[in-house]
């Protein structure tokens, strides 16, 4: 994984305001047998992406690093050049989060982020997502970890 700043320098989708970031590439990840590491369209990071097989694949990311723990918005990078979107579940610890709809993007090579809020318990998270449509789930390429941060005061107050 890697820290990064936001805002990323590809445009994002409904992004959320500036916050520091990780970054997890899904090829690094966990998936079910259905999906595969790929390289053949243009415009993703890291070493690839994974394309998502069909209903009931999934991507896990075993060790996000929640830091205290709290709320937390995950970005999902990924594209889908059909004209159905690929809805999935989500899974934060084992526990339901509801469904991700991973809109059409332009093509296969336009890639976009969905966003999710959230909450990270401090220390390591288990995210899953597996695809409940028969089409499968996206191409993705990552998710971004982005945390809330608190401005830290630049004078202290003394006391008398």
């Given at each position: 994984?890697?820290?990064v700043t936001?805002p990323p320098?590809?445009?994002?989708?409904s992004?959320?305001?500036?916050?520091?970031?990780?970054?997890y590439?899904?090829?690094?990840q966990?998936?079910?047998?259905?999906?595969k590491?790929?390289?053949?369209?243009?415009?993703?990071t890291?070493e690839?992406?994974?394309?998502?097989g069909?209903?009931?694949s999934?991507?896990?990311?075993?060790?996000?690093?929640g830091?205290?723990g709290?709320?937390?918005t995950?970005?999902?990078?990924?594209?889908?050049?059909?004209?159905l979107?690929r809805?999935?579940?989500l899974k934060?610890?084992?526990v339901?989060f509801?469904?991700v709809t991973?809109?059409?993007?332009?093509?296969w090579d336009?890639?976009?982020y969905d966003y999710?809020?959230?909450?990270c318990?401090?220390g390591?998270?288990?995210?899953?997502?597996t695809a409940?449509?028969?089409?499968?789930?996206?191409?993705?390429d990552r998710m971004d970890?982005l945390?809330?941060?608190?401005p830290?005061?630049t004078?202290q107050?003394?006391?008398?």
């Amino acid at each position: 994984c890697e820290t990064v700043t936001w805002p990323p320098t590809t445009p994002a989708t409904s992004s959320p305001t500036q916050a520091p970031r990780t970054i997890y590439q899904a090829e690094e990840q966990s998936w079910d047998s259905s999906g595969k590491v790929n390289t053949g369209k243009s415009g993703w990071t890291g070493e690839g992406y994974v394309n998502m097989g069909g209903k009931s694949s999934w991507v896990q990311f075993k060790t996000v690093d929640g830091g205290a723990g709290g709320a937390c918005t995950l970005g999902f990078r990924y594209s889908v050049g059909s004209s159905l979107p690929r809805s999935c579940t989500l899974k934060v610890n084992g526990v339901n989060f509801g469904t991700v709809t991973f809109s059409s993007t332009a093509s296969w090579d336009a890639w976009e982020y969905d966003y999710v809020e959230t909450t990270c318990l401090p220390g390591n998270n288990v995210i899953k997502i597996t695809a409940s449509t028969n089409e499968g789930g996206p191409n993705l390429d990552r998710m971004d970890l982005l945390t809330a941060t608190t401005p830290q005061p630049t004078n202290q107050p003394t006391m008398p």
